[in-house]
């Protein structure tokens, strides 16, 4: 025989109030990830700008380019 389920409980046996708790927690952790890798991506980004300027720099003055 199966068991009986409480009321207001779930297969897992969280409530809803716990269930939703879980999901935000989630959520918040899914959002924090993708600032984060917003973050990473524009930082990548200004690198390659700031690198492609330096060498574009060096070139128009025929010197060596020197990075670093």
Do not use: W
């Not at 409980?9 to 935000?24: F, P, R, T, V």
């Not at 924090?32 to 330096?54: H, I, N, S, Y």
């Amino acid at each position: 025989m199966a068991p009986k389920k409480k009321p207001g409980k779930k297969e897992d046996g969280l409530s809803d109030k716990e269930l939703l708790q879980k999901a935000e927690a989630e959520l918040l952790f899914l959002r924090r990830l993708l600032e984060l890798k917003t973050f990473e991506v524009l930082l990548c980004m200004l690198v390659q700008l700031l690198l492609c300027t330096a060498v574009f720099t060096d070139m128009r003055n025929k010197e060596p380019c020197r990075i670093g």
